[in-house]
């Protein structure tokens, strides 16, 4: 029986979780290690409802921008 309440739980879980497949990865030919530029990135897209949400140097040694709004996502990163 505690298996079956097990697998029970596992699978709740699972469905639980709110897998977004509307992200888009935007590989641009932005500078985003100029200030200016990312300055701009960020009032451009904040003026389109898009709030900055992190920025991280990846292992590649790119600069990451991620915005999100609502249910949408963009993630920029650096050239």
């Known amino acids: 029986m505690k298996t079956l309440q097990s697998l029970f739980a596992a699978i709740l879980l ?4 709110n897998v977004k497949a509307d992200d ?3 590989n ?3 500078n985003l290690f100029n200030p200016d530029v990312r300055k701009c990135l960020v009032e451009a897209s904040k003026a389109e409802g898009w709030e900055l949400k992190s920025v991280y140097l990846n292992a ?3 600069i990451v921008m991620i915005f999100d709004k609502g249910e949408e996502t963009k993630i920029y ?3």
């Open 14 to 17: 699972l469905l639980s979780f």
């Open 24 to 26: 888009m990865t935007l």
């Open 28 to 30: 641009t030919n932005l």
């Open 60 to 62: 590649n040694h790119e």
């Open 77 to 79: 990163k650096s050239r």
